[in-house]
């Protein structure tokens, strides 16, 4: 299929999906900020530029959209209809990045929390909340 919209329109699109500082990350900044934890944003010098970093609890937290990470089996990461192979080479880059990372991290000591944005909906917050602070307990 070809994309439904012209090539300016698309990177019009594309330019406003933001990669920091999104809704999802929000919710975990503000929570963890209530509950006492203080932590980094963004850090440049390391693999992935993590989302938040708590360095006291040596601890690296990124909060992953579910279609721009491939989150499997999860009912938002569709892939689209139009250009389906483009976006599937897409994603599996982008899980392979962020796999990368994440072996680099734990290699030099980080542990690692991921959190999709499908957990952060109403039916499952409360037990992501619950697992994020029992594992920065730890």
């Known amino acids: 299929m070809v994309d439904v919209h012209n090539k300016a329109i698309r990177s019009l699109n594309m330019s406003r999906i933001r990669s920091k500082n999104t ?7 503000k929570y963890l900020f209530k509950n006492g934890y203080r932590f980094r944003l963004h850090d440049m010098k ?17 909060v992953h959209g579910c279609f ?3 989150h499997k089996g999860c009912r938002f990461a569709v892939i689209p209809a139009t250009r389906t192979e483009w976006w599937k080479n897409k994603i599996t880059r ?10 680099k991290l734990e290699e030099s000591g980080w542990r690692i929390i991921t959190i999709y944005e499908c957990e952060l909906k109403k039916n499952k917050i409360i037990s992501t909340f619950n ?6 307990k730890k």
């Open 131 to 136: 697992f994020l602070t029992e594992t920065l």
């Open 46 to 62: 390391l693999p992935g530029k993590p989302d938040l970093v708590l360095p006291k609890y040596k601890t690296i937290i990124f």
């Open 68 to 70: 721009w990470h491939g």
């Open 94 to 103: 982008t899980k392979l990045i962020d796999l990368q990372n994440k072996i």
């Open 23 to 29: 809704k999802p990350e929000m919710i975990v900044r």
